[in-house]
């Protein structure tokens, strides 16, 4: 099994832990991740603005996989979204794809309509698959509540990862989760949006969207969160002390990154899965396990 | 009432928009505002009534509205429409076409720019490359040219160049 990574523009300054334990896991799991240096922005930040670069920057990316003969996987949802919405678009109307392809062999550029794209979870799901997990558990994370939450563009626009989830029921993280020996929480308003993508636009409503969830989860007696996105991870995490503060309100919920459970599950050492980078304090979680 | 001017060609310009093709099958159910994250939060926020509005025609009111940059994008709304309008993707329709009047939210006014320069929304510093090879991760380039060309190629006309008031 081998993909281009995909790591984007958000990951490697607010989601570094995240980055760090899902190549420390693939690597545990014989999954080989190719980095590419000419990858640049997916677009993603620029379709609001301007739909047109927006796509002509996923393009490119897309044909840089290409050209290496690499099908992506990414560890931002917002890139696994944007790069498949473009991609299957692609393959599928061919008069766009002339259009972008006018404009990209300017770069010295062609898009053919090949590459496929998925989020890292969605790879572990799909290509490592539950069985294979399971049978790798060193540590089994028995006693550990654990919440999941899924990040929107992993789920939706559903289409366009072709029904792969259900995104009202979403199930493929949950189960990831359980196969570890952790018990999963449901808890009210579950696929309920982070509020990431709003923060600049209003902080207000942005982080009274995240604190609902804070609120939510924390009433089920969570131990700890676990979501995939970098940009959910930094309305939950990194932001959750000005949470607190704006909202008068006390969780210290950690929230952690899949790769980074699974990891301490296959038995990697936690400091080589970044948990030291969380902003609340894991120190707790871990000593439950046993660290 | 106050008279405000309408365009009726609104909303064929909406749908010749990337994002934008099927608002004209809206049947005003409400669906998308039920369950928006959003609207649970500020009320005020209201995608059916965004769409009611575009469909009536009142261009200015609608692109020069703060509303329409408020959706968080999480497609809840898309996923349950009966009628398959893609709300999220018409608000980016929206927004797009209020860009090109000048109404660019402040927030946005430099992102091209950014992202020609570096490559990624994100620089990623000297002191970031330092300590990803302390944890033995790959060294991000601080720059891609190909992007640089691409976006003067395309960005030079674009009025999501300019700063501006939204
Ligand atoms: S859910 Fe669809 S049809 Fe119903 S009001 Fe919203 S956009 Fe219109
Ligand atoms: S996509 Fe936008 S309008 Fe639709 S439910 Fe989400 S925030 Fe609300």
Redesign the interface.
Request: aromatic share 0%.
């Given at each position: 099994m081998k993909y281009a990574l995909f790591?984007g523009?958000?990951a490697?300054?607010?989601g570094?832990q995240f980055?760090?334990s899902a190549?420390k896991v693939a690597e545990k799991l014989g999954l080989e991740l190719i980095?590419i240096?000419?990858f640049?922005?997916c677009g993603f930040?620029?379709?609001?603005?301007?739909?047109?670069?927006a796509?002509?920057?996923a393009t490119?990316d897309l044909c840089v996989a290409e050209g290496k003969n690499l099908d992506i996987c990414t560890i931002c949802t917002g890139c696994a979204s944007t790069l498949a919405e473009a991609g299957k678009e692609l393959s599928h109307d061919v008069g766009l794809r002339e259009k972008v392809n006018e404009?990209?062999q300017?770069?010295?550029?062609a898009y053919k309509g090949e590459v496929k794209v998925k989020h890292f979870v969605r790879v572990l799901y799909e290509d490592i698959g539950l069985k294979k997990i399971k049978d790798q558990v060193k540590n089994s994370l028995e006693g550990l509540k654990l919440a999941s939450h899924y990040g929107?563009?992993y789920?939706?626009?559903?289409d366009v990862f072709n029904e792969f989830e259900d995104?009202?029921v979403p199930k493929t993280l949950d189960q990831l989760i359980s196969v570890l020996g952790a018990e999963t929480v449901e808890y009210e308003e579950k696929?309920?949006?982070c509020?990431?993508?709003?923060l600049?636009?209003?902080d207000n409503?942005?982080l009274?969207?995240a604190q609902?969830k804070l609120e939510h989860v924390n009433a089920m007696g969570a131990d700890a969160m676990v979501l995939m996105c970098p940009l959910c991870g930094s309305m939950y995490d990194r932001n959750q002390r000005v949470i607190e503060r704006r909202f008068n309100a006390s969780y210290g919920l950690p929230v952690l990154f899949y790769t980074q459970i699974l990891g301490l599950a296959l038995g990697i050492d936690p400091r080589e899965l970044?948990l030291d980078m969380n902003r609340v304090k894991t120190s707790d979680l871990l000593s439950k396990l046993g660290f | 009432m106050v008279a405000t001017k309408l365009d009726p060609k609104f909303k064929d310009e909406v749908s010749k928009t990337r994002g934008g093709q099927n608002i004209k099958r809206c049947y005003q159910c409400g669906t998308c505002n039920v369950g928006c994250p959003v609207r649970e939060i500020e009320e005020k926020y209201n995608p059916r009534k965004i769409i009611r509005m575009t469909i009536l025609g009142m261009r200015e009111r609608v692109l020069s509205s703060e509303f329409i940059w408020l959706c968080s994008a999480c497609y809840t709304c898309s996923e349950r429409c009966p009628q398959d309008v893609r709300i999220a993707d018409v608000m980016n329709a929206l927004k797009n076409l209020a860009v090109k009047e000048g109404h660019v939210h402040s927030s946005f006014a430099k992102r091209l720019e950014v992202i020609e320069a570096n490559g990624r929304l994100f620089p990623v510093s000297q002191f970031d490359n330092a300590k990803r090879k302390e944890l033995g991760l790959p060294q991000i380039p601080p720059k891609n040219e190909e992007v640089q060309e691409l976006c003067k190629l395309v960005g030079s006309s674009k009025p999501s160049n300019v700063g501006g008031g939204g």
């Open positions: 790591v523009c958000l490697p300054v607010m570094r980055e760090l190549r980095d240096e000419d640049a922005c930040p620029l379709r609001s603005v301007d739909e047109e670069t796509l002509l920057l490119r404009k990209l300017k770069i010295g550029r929107c563009h789920l939706k626009p559903s995104p009202e696929i309920q949006c509020g990431g993508v709003i600049d636009i209003d409503i942005a009274a969207m609902r970044g | -």
